[in-house]
């Protein structure tokens, strides 16, 4: 079967830095994003991979390694407003995404 | 305005009844989505339709149909409602073309009593 596995929680500090895992193991792979998703709101988009390695925008970076089937979304400086969950999708052969449940990301001041 | 709406927003209703979510967009984009969001799980697909004419199930289709109105409308419906079906309801949407990138509605809260 297909299946993507993240963290359920996570805590951080305020203008720490987090990194947020994710596995997959998927029938094919197309890409992988990662979502932000406030409580209560719609998820909305943060990155997209599809080849190997790091990719930086602002505060937010991604990286994947599509050998381990592995990809982490790095956030630095963190602020109170990034408090939210963060989804892990892979999209897969048949150009379907497969999302993970989801990491909640607590901040602390 | 939202470039992609959905209605109505929250929504207490009881078992057996019939439930209608509508979702529109204003992006011009051909593919449409349904999806259900519950604590501890991740987003299911429930429907998607790439075009008017073209209407695909999800992986937990049973229990709901869709209507693809016009490139713009697309409707979710529980003919019978029941209380597993109590959920957050996304409507989704992403270009021909494109990364994949899905653009979502703000949310519909269903609670089936």
């Known amino acids: 079967g297909q299946n993507i596995d993240q963290p359920t929680e996570m805590t951080a500090t305020e203008g720490a830095i987090v990194q947020i895992n994710c596995t997959y193991q998927?029938?094919?792979?197309?890409?992988l994003f990662w979502y932000q998703q406030h409580a209560g709101e719609a998820p909305t988009f943060l990155s997209y991979n599809v080849l190997d390695g790091l990719e930086e925008k602002g505060r937010f970076s991604s990286f994947l390694s599509r050998s381990k089937g592995y990809s982490y979304l790095l956030l630095k400086e963190l602020q109170m407003k990034d408090s939210a969950s963060y989804l892990c999708?892979?999209?897969?052969?048949?150009?379907?995404?497969?999302w993970g449940a989801g990491t909640k990301l607590i901040i602390k001041p | 305005d939202a470039d992609v709406t959905q209605t109505p927003r929250n929504r207490i209703t009881k078992t057996g009844k019939r439930i209608m979510l509508e979702c529109s967009q204003t992006k011009g984009h051909d593919r449409m989505y349904w999806y259900r969001q519950d604590p501890g799980l991740g987003l299911r697909l429930i429907y998607y339709s790439f075009d008017v004419k073209d209407i695909n199930k999800g992986e937990i289709s049973d229990g709901y149909s869709v209507s693809r109105q016009a490139q713009a409308k697309f409707s979710l419906s529980l003919e019978s409602a029941i209380p597993n079906q109590t959920a957050l309801y996304f409507c989704?949407?992403?270009?021909?073309?494109?990364?994949?990138?899905?653009?979502f509605g703000e949310g519909s809260r269903l609670t089936v009593l």
């Open positions: 998927t029938s094919g792979f197309n890409g």
């Open positions: 999708a892979v999209m897969d052969s048949n150009y379907q995404l497969i």
């Open positions: 989704a949407t992403t270009g021909e073309g494109d990364t994949g990138e899905l653009f």
